[in-house]
């Protein structure tokens, strides 16, 4: 098992900025792939980012291309997104994940290629 916590989440206005962080709780995800997903009211939960073990490659979905940034300090065990320029359209539950495979250099992009979950955190961006 891998326990994973966001932190972060919370109301904003539109324009603003906000900063979530992906723990591993308990053991490290250093060589593991992350991710980052959200799901809107009555929506499906849907890929935001997602960065290799290592760092050196980042995939975005285009909805968020160019506002938010997925990094990673696996000294400090922790999985950010950077998410500046929100939209009300951002509101949602923000989920990472962890892939199980070990060194994979390119990070999925789909829900169903990770393994492990966080319970989410709320993101609000008000008009």
């Known amino acids: 098992q891998l326990p994973l916590v966001e932190f972060g989440g919370g109301l904003v206005q539109a324009g603003g900025s906000l900063r979530l962080s992906c723990v591993a709780s308990g053991r490290t995800f250093s060589s593991n792939a992350v991710g980052w997903f959200r799901r809107a009211a009555g929506t499906e939960r849907d890929f935001v980012a997602s960065i290799n073990w290592s760092g050196t490659s980042t995939y975005y979905a285009d909805s968020v291309k160019g506002r938010f940034t997925i990094s990673r300090d696996n000294a400090k065990n922790t999985v950010y997104l950077q998410m500046n320029s929100l939209k009300p359209e951002d509101t949602a539950v923000y989920y990472c994940?962890?892939?199980?495979?070990?060194?994979?250099?390119?990070?999925?992009?789909?829900?169903?290629?990770?393994?492990?979950w966080g319970q989410g955190t709320q993101v609000t961006v008000s008009s």
């Open positions: 994940a962890a892939e199980m495979a070990l060194y994979s250099n390119y990070p999925p992009a789909h829900r169903y290629e990770y393994d492990y």
